[in-house]
């Protein structure tokens, strides 16, 4: 995974609440047997009109917003199923951070094992983010900060763990197989009991 | 005296490789992992980039249901694929099992069919472990007491090669439901009723454990199906403690211990329950006696209404939104809506009792003119089953279809689908824009509303059906 550690670039706002991973990436995608290509299918069926064309009312396929790397999302983004097609689509497009109010669990663990950034602002700064679309942030990873055009700072949480993966750029099967004693341990205590 | 713990921290306890620091999360031990075609491709090619194998094989139960044609194969066996892609998906999980020596229930097998359908009717899902599966409704094994909850491909290759994962301990909720539920009211509408009550997010981070005397009354499958529907209020998992419904369901089946390993293991699932004192993050209460027929009349499952009731008004601009989509206007009555397709299925309700209880209004009935109707089967189990009994034969003399097992138009990867504009009244588990085709309406429903809805080809009340049964 490409690390992120930090990320420049200006916002696209998609305010809808309960944004689910069907609207993400909708099922017929999913035949996929990679990881890669999954851009062309992002948002598709808001994105695209039923003639194939781009629909220029969405806010990805406005002029100011291509090129734009962190998505602003309505309440309870990427709700729905556990596809990790949908972080997959959203790196592939080129979005590398998400921000909301409130982000659903799996996808939110899915983005972060896939060098996306994804995560949870306060409810006014959500609201602030929303009403400004297309401003440029700066988001630094490894102190937690979201910097403003106006100097000023929106602070996020993230676990640790999560965070140095992030800024190494590696997954956590790494991590877990450095444990591989501590497993077969596990599983002969249990099977003696 | 130890601190009384809930059901969910006696699992998570027990399966724990490490504990979790500020540093780094808790090595959870997984006992089962259940795969299918759509998310385990990556994750395998993950092992072979690696050089990894699977730690252990004995573990791993994969099944072939989401990309699967419902529909027979033709003369020549071949399979009605929706695309070379899906064929291919299938293909690649064939062919992944037998690289990695996995137990695939693919075609052939009788134990073919949706994965969260097949594990508890095999028996590899019993009290007290831990469950994961590519797939968010693996929340519905925690029916038997067992922590389970859907992951990403990234995780199902974890997984595969360390039997562990890394988590965080999430917050536990208490949902209580007591009381008797009123007749023609199920599962279902229970469960949509709570998620309706807590929210789509209602339960973000938390582990759900559903108790009380109404939940304590529930068959199996009604666990089943309630568990089931624990994602769509966020949570990742849900959790009913094991009694001796559980273990009555269990009993016999193939891979449920045998003999006195019988007698030991039921006697440490008795001890799988929330200790008297136990503290949750949050508890939520129920009224049985409050909750109707139910049906969802947006674009979110928790978007729920009475059957009964009129159209809600919008809450705001989101909702509306909502109902544009649904061509639905606040105000005017829910039932009487004029419907397209009526699916009943998924890992939701495609369970025997779910068929039986459909079949039960449609007997000597016929469905209405110009709807369709598809009953497709959880497994190739749930098939025989039915088909003993004479179900195919009920469906077919109504005028619907009766397919082979698998997800179909839940989720519509197989080409199942409504065509745009069309409303479909679904026994699944999510009603989001397009998910059963592009631009399809979707109403969710229990069996029962589901096959009062295409007697009379729109939305119904199956309580008006019985009372002219017994008029």
Known sequence: ?193 | MTTPRTLFEKIWDSHLVAPESASAPAILYIDLQLLHEVTSPQAFDELRARGLTVRRPDRVVATLDHSTPTLPPDADGRRPYASVEAEQQVATLERNAREFGLELHGWGSAHRGIVHVIGPELGVTQPGMTIVCGDSHTSTHGAFGALAFGIGTTEVGHVLATQCLLQRKPRTLAIHVEGELRPGVGAKDLILHVIGRIGVNGGTGHVVEYRGSTIEALSMEERMTVCNMSIEAGARAGLIAPDETTFAWLKGRERAPQGADWDRAVERWRTLRSDDGARYDAEVRIDAAAIEPSITYGTHPGMVAPLAAKVPAAANAQEQRALDYMQLEAGRPLAGTPVDIVFVGSCTNSRLPDLREAASLLRGRRIADGLRMLVVPGSEQVKLDAEREGLHDVFRAAGAEWREPGCSMCLGMNGDIGKPGQLIVSTSNRNFEGRQGPGVRTVLASPLVAAATALAGRIADPRDFAAQEAA
């Not at chain 1, 929303?130 to 979201?146: K, N, R, Y």
């Open chain 1, 1 to 193: 995974m490409k690390p992120l550690v930090k990320l420049h670039s200006r916002t696209v706002v998609l305010p809808f609440e309960n944004i689910d991973t069907d609207r993400i990436v909708p099922a017929r995608f999913l035949t996929t047997t990679e990881r890669s290509g999954l851009g062309r299918a992002l948002f598709h069926d808001w994105r695209y009109r039923e003639d194939g064309s781009e629909n220029p009312d969405f806010a990805l396929n406005r002029p100011e917003a291509k090129g734009a790397g962190i998505l602003v999302a309505g309440r309870n983004f990427g709700c729905g199923s556990s596809r990790e097609h949908a972080p997959w689509a959203l790196a592939d497009y080129g979005i590398r951070a998400v921000l909301s109010s409130e982000i659903a669990d799996i996808f939110r663990s899915n983005a972060l094992k896939n060098g996306v950034l994804a995560v949870v602002v306060s409810e006014a700064e959500h609201r602030w983010l929303l009403d400004h679309p297309g401003i440029e942030l700066a988001v630094d990873v490894a102190a937690g900060t979201i910097e403003l055009p106006d100097g000023g700072h929106i602070r996020f949480e993230l676990d640790a763990f999560a965070r140095q993966c992030l800024l190494d750029g590696v997954d956590q099967l790494g991590f877990l197989l450095r444990h591989a004693e501590a497993i077969a341990a596990f599983e002969q205590a249990r099977e003696a009991a």
